[in-house]
């Protein structure tokens, strides 16, 4: 019986064996089809980067056809479709491939991005908060999430998201401007001023941090340092017409009102649609138009309303 017994569990385990190998043997090729589509998507990028867009294309359709499942291909056709506008297709890729990995932050990421450029707040703010769970050591991750909700008008949960990018990156540039902007919006404007600062050493010709930091300035006071940063602003943007509105404002404030008036024509010359530019008060109040950009970069422009 013993014997017997013997024989039936070392035919058991061969089984088993030839189970695994089976299974190991028929997932070859599948195994081989991602690495090849992998490797077609990484040239696609790099392509991309280079600015062949049509090249890259072409191979991130290769790499869908040896693989239709792969989620960095599908991803890949989602920002190629964004750059063409094709939002709502780009959507649905997004969607899947966030869905379909649940453990992928750069996917939830990308969907956040496209929601809310297609006005959905909530919805971004949803992928936003997934993406930090799946990935809570990143830094960016919570600077768009704080983004998002101070655009909400959330600006209590956005000054802690700020606060969290800071403390998991102080050395990263856009977790200072965003942490400035969130203190400057729930009124503590002396810490405003301290983090962008700290975003202007780490990069000192940010227009978006000089600008903040300007209007932060005046509001404390602080006519000769708005000026300041204003005269940088435009010396870093001398195109920009809000970079010329802000200068107008600061020099208003100071009572210089024929060189902000000066200023304030320069702006309308360089836009004359902007409505904040618009009739005669250009000059007076209003910070909406320094909040600051987007600064994730993509590699296809990501359209904005």
Do not use: F
Request: positive net charge; contains cysteine; aromatic residues 2%.
């Amino acid at each position: 019986m013993k014997r017997r017994a013997l024989h039936l569990a070392l035919i058991a385990s061969l089984l088993g064996a030839l189970c695994v190998w089976a299974v190991v043997l028929s997932m070859g090729p599948r195994v081989r089809a991602r690495k090849a589509s992998n490797r077609l998507v990484e040239r696609a990028q790099e392509l991309a980067g280079k600015g062949n867009r049509w090249a890259s294309r072409q191979l991130v359709d290769q790499a869908l056809a040896l693989d239709q499942s792969n989620p960095r291909a599908r991803r890949e056709l989602a920002m190629h479709l964004i750059a063409k506008g094709h939002r709502q297709p780009a959507l649905e890729e997004l969607r899947r491939v966030a869905a379909d990995q649940p453990t992928d932050s750069g996917a939830a990421r990308e969907l956040a991005g496209l929601l809310s450029v297609m006005g959905d707040g909530e919805g971004a703010i949803h992928w936003l908060r997934e993406a930090v769970k799946r990935e809570p050591k990143n830094a960016l991750a919570y600077v768009d999430l704080a983004r998002c909700l101070m655009q909400a008008g959330e600006v209590a949960d956005g000054l802690r998201a700020a606060e969290e990018a800071v403390l998991l990156s102080p050395r990263l540039h856009p977790a200072q401007l965003v942490l400035g902007w969130a203190r400057w919006r729930s009124g503590d404007l002396a810490g405003a001023r301290a983090a962008l600062d700290e975003a202007l050493r780490l990069r000192r010709s940010d227009v978006a941090a000089l600008l903040a930091a300007a209007a932060v300035s005046s509001e404390l006071g602080l006519g000769d340092s708005a000026l300041g940063y204003a005269r940088r602003a435009v010396a870093a943007d001398p195109q920009g017409a809000r970079t010329w509105l802000v200068l107008a404002r600061v020099l208003a404030a100071t009572g210089r009102t024929a060189e902000a008036h000066e200023a304030l024509s320069r702006a309308r010359s360089l836009d004359s649609t902007d409505p904040l530019l618009r009739g005669s008060t250009g000059v007076n109040g209003g910070r909406q138009h320094i909040e600051p950009p987007d600064d994730q970069e993509t590699r296809y422009d990501l359209p904005r309303n």
